[in-house]
């Protein structure tokens, strides 16, 4: 009996991860990544409106950066890079925080309890420090929860902070219906008179923004340069790795975890004090779980998440604009902002992996 030759036929195609990728050329793709979004957002948009091209791009750049929307964007921007901010120290351990929203809305709440009950009753300047006070020890507390369960009991992060999130709604409901009996499911600036933020040189939001660029600031150094951001990443890497050369992982943990949590509640803080002087049930406006989104493409650089932040925004505020121009469906925003998302997101695969084709000469003579 003649031998039977075993065929073995390789894969059209592999994958494998890319380590020798430039700055330069991950920019390109990124770039490329963003043209072919707008030009898909704009080839859906004329098949719904008619309109060319052109000026729906033209939209979509006035709906962010148009007359006297240009600083109501960047505080958009210093808001939704400060929630960023939070869960980067927490997503560099590994710790997959989805609770950033309830940890938000629970600093948003507390701003708004001492607003509400301590108002006219002290100085503003007074308030305002209590305000703040309160706002990042409510955080705080919101996110230590979770991390001493996780560390002490290993309990599953990402459910546990999930789940904290509609806590936080709950409480803020019942906290409307206590403040208010109208039934108007807001709390707004009627009843919230006093510790609202002061103008600077007659500005709104500025010093919101000055506030979110300190903490970018101080949070690239804390993470960089300082012993703590050392031992965040080592216990990112390898749980094992960090107790072998004794670094208590419990304790680090727990730590980064309220960092992250103080973060959050200044973000309540901004939201309510320095800019809404109000407080709802979607006040974070989904920030939070944007923000993981920011964090992640910006891989978790406080300073490349301002750029990050600002194309998320900018795009977001662009789609609202179209829709709104047009007189499309409201959700017809959300599915440009998801088309545009969708390749950027994508970009990162070619960015981090690439695809090797297999031609095997080998198979074809076998075959033969």
């Given at each position: 009996?003649?031998?039977?030759?075993?065929?073995?036929?390789?894969?059209?195609?592999?994958?494998?991860?890319?380590?020798?990728?430039?700055?330069?050329?991950?920019?390109?793709?990124?770039?490329?990544?963003?043209?072919?979004?707008?030009?898909?957002?704009?080839?859906?948009?004329?098949?719904?409106?008619?309109?060319?091209?052109?000026?729906?791009?033209?939209?979509?750049?006035?709906?962010?950066?148009?007359?006297?929307?240009?600083?109501?964007?960047?505080?958009?921007?210093?808001?939704?890079?400060?929630?960023?901010?939070?869960?980067?120290?927490?997503?560099?351990?590994?710790?997959?925080?989805?609770?950033?929203?309830?940890?938000?809305?629970?600093?948003?709440?507390?701003?708004?309890?001492?607003?509400?009950?301590?108002?006219?009753?002290?100085?503003?300047?007074?308030?305002?420090?209590?305000?703040?006070?309160?706002?990042?020890?409510?955080?705080?507390?919101?996110?230590?929860?979770?991390?001493?369960?996780?560390?002490?009991?290993?309990?599953?992060?990402?459910?546990?902070?999930?789940?904290?999130?509609?806590?936080?709604?709950?409480?803020?409901?019942?906290?409307?219906?206590?403040?208010?009996?109208?039934?108007?499911?807001?709390?707004?600036?009627?009843?919230?008179?006093?510790?609202?933020?002061?103008?600077?040189?007659?500005?709104?939001?500025?010093?919101?923004?000055?506030?979110?660029?300190?903490?970018?600031?101080?949070?690239?150094?804390?993470?960089?340069?300082?012993?703590?951001?050392?031992?965040?990443?080592?216990?990112?890497?390898?749980?094992?790795?960090?107790?072998?050369?004794?670094?208590?992982?419990?304790?680090?943990?727990?730590?980064?975890?309220?960092?992250?949590?103080?973060?959050?509640?200044?973000?309540?803080?901004?939201?309510?004090?320095?800019a809404s002087h109000s407080i709802d049930a979607n006040l974070a406006g989904g920030r939070g779980f944007?923000?993981?989104?920011?964090?992640?493409?910006?891989?978790?650089?406080?300073?490349?998440?301002?750029?990050?932040?600002?194309?998320?925004?900018?795009?977001?505020?662009?789609?609202?604009?179209?829709?709104?121009?047009?007189?499309?469906?409201?959700?017809?925003?959300?599915?440009?902002?998801?088309?545009?998302?969708?390749?950027?997101?994508?970009?990162?695969?070619?960015?981090?992996?690439?695809?090797?084709?297999?031609?095997?000469?080998?198979?074809?003579?076998?075959?033969?």
């Amino acid at each position: 009996m003649k031998n039977k030759k075993n065929k073995t036929h390789e894969p059209l195609f592999h994958i494998s991860k890319r380590t020798d990728i430039s700055i330069s050329r991950g920019i390109v793709i990124r770039i490329v990544a963003i043209l072919a979004a707008l030009i898909v957002c704009g080839i859906v948009t004329k098949v719904f409106t008619g309109d060319d091209p052109v000026s729906i791009f033209k939209t979509i750049y006035l709906g962010a950066f148009g007359s006297g929307r240009t600083l109501v964007t960047i505080h958009e921007i210093a808001i939704l890079l400060c929630v960023s901010l939070a869960v980067t120290p927490a997503f560099r351990m590994k710790f997959w925080n989805t609770g950033a929203e309830g940890q938000v809305l629970i600093g948003c709440l507390s701003t708004a309890m001492c607003m509400f009950y301590l108002g006219a009753k002290i100085p503003d300047g007074v308030l305002i420090l209590i305000m703040a006070i309160f706002a990042i020890v409510s955080g705080i507390i919101w996110a230590v929860i979770p991390a001493f369960f996780k560390a002490h009991w290993g309990t599953n992060e990402t459910l546990f902070t999930l789940m904290l999130n509609y806590v936080a709604i709950q409480l803020i409901e019942f906290f409307l219906k206590v403040a208010d009996k109208t039934g108007s499911n807001v709390v707004g600036p009627d009843l919230l008179t006093h510790g609202w933020f002061p103008k600077l040189f007659g500005t709104n939001y500025l010093l919101n923004i000055l506030i979110v660029a300190v903490l970018t600031a101080v949070l690239y150094i804390y993470l960089n340069y300082s012993k703590h951001g050392y031992e965040i990443s080592v216990v990112g890497e390898s749980e094992n790795t960090a107790k072998y050369i004794g670094i208590n992982v419990k304790k680090v943990i727990i730590r980064t975890m309220a960092v992250s949590g103080a973060i959050c509640g200044i973000a309540g803080l901004l939201l309510v004090g320095g800019a809404s002087h109000s407080i709802d049930a979607n006040l974070a406006g989904g920030r939070g779980f944007t923000a993981i989104m920011v964090s992640w493409l910006a891989k978790f650089n406080p300073v490349t998440m301002i750029l990050t932040s600002l194309l998320i925004v900018f795009l977001e505020r662009g789609a609202d604009e179209v829709a709104s121009k047009f007189g499309l469906n409201a959700d017809f925003s959300a599915i440009l902002t998801g088309i545009i998302l969708f390749f950027i997101i994508g970009c990162e695969f070619f960015i981090n992996y690439k695809i090797n084709f297999n031609h095997s000469k080998n198979n074809k003579k076998e075959e033969k």
